[in-house]
């Protein structure tokens, strides 16, 4: 247990319903008359929801222990993808459900990060950018125009992006795994 004079960003506390949020910022406030408060903006760490919400000044919150670890992406075995923890080497099977998009971004050995909370995984946390290969696009026609100058192809993991039209079959390029954008050639 901790007040919420100890709030920091990037802390995990436990409301009500067992639901774990992350404090994305806060703001204490000391108005004229009447007591003081924290401002505080959450983020539901399950469903990214993010909400605001008031505490009055020293009430008790329930904080999360939440334990990230460097792992490595090993395999897919059925619904789940298996990681190795890199200190450890222990092997742990997380949901394909809490791996969520990453899984478009993710070759077999990509480092990521995994948050766990009383042994069970919440989140994966991949890099900023990820290298792929392109397994397949159509070649782009010089001149045409009318799409932007992208054209759609198809990733080495089964993704889909939009890429520029000089882009070929085979190329790796840069993508950003929080938007699934194209940054650029690798």
Same mark, same amino acid.
């Given at each position: 247990?901790?007040?919420?004079?100890?709030?920091?960003?990037?802390?995990?506390?436990?409301?009500?319903?067992?639901?774990?949020?992350?404090?994305?910022?806060?703001?204490? &406030?000391?108005?004229?008359?009447?007591?003081?408060?924290?401002?505080?903006?959450?983020?539901? &760490?399950?469903?990214?929801?993010?909400?605001?919400?008031?505490?009055?000044?020293?009430?008790?919150?329930?904080?999360?222990?939440?334990?990230?670890?460097?792992?490595?992406?090993?395999?897919?075995?059925?619904?789940?993808?298996?990681?190795?923890?890199?200190?450890?080497?222990?092997?742990?099977?997380?949901?394909?459900?809490?791996?969520?998009?990453?899984?478009?971004?993710?070759?077999?050995?990509?480092?990521?990060? &995994?948050?766990?909370?009383?042994?069970?995984?919440?989140?994966?946390?991949? +890099?900023?950018?990820?290298?792929?290969?392109?397994?397949?696009?159509? +070649?782009?026609?010089?001149?045409?125009?009318?799409?932007?100058?992208?054209? +759609?192809?198809?990733?080495?993991?089964?993704?889909?992006?939009?890429?520029?039209?000089?882009?070929?079959?085979?190329?790796?390029?840069?993508?950003?795994?929080?938007?699934?954008?194209?940054?650029?050639?690798?």
């Amino acid at each position: 247990m901790a007040t919420t004079n100890d709030l920091k960003n990037g802390i995990v506390l436990k409301l009500e319903g067992g639901e774990l949020w992350s404090v994305v910022e806060f703001q204490h &406030v000391k108005p004229g008359k009447g007591g003081a408060f924290v401002r505080t903006k959450l983020k539901n &760490v399950l469903s990214g929801k993010v909400v605001d919400k008031t505490f009055n000044a020293g009430v008790k919150v329930d904080v999360a222990n939440v334990d990230k670890r460097e792992m490595q992406y090993s395999y897919r075995d059925g619904d789940d993808f298996v990681f190795m923890d890199t200190e450890t080497y222990d092997m742990v099977n997380v949901p394909a459900g809490t791996v969520g998009t990453a899984a478009n971004y993710m070759l077999e050995n990509t480092t990521a990060t &995994v948050a766990f909370n009383e042994g069970a995984a919440l989140y994966v946390d991949l +890099p900023a950018a990820a290298e792929l290969t392109i397994a397949s696009t159509e +070649p782009g026609l010089q001149g045409d125009r009318s799409t932007g100058g992208t054209k +759609p192809a198809t990733l080495e993991t089964g993704a889909e992006i939009k890429v520029p039209l000089f882009i070929t079959t085979g190329e790796k390029v840069k993508v950003d795994t929080r938007t699934g954008e194209y940054l650029g050639r690798a």
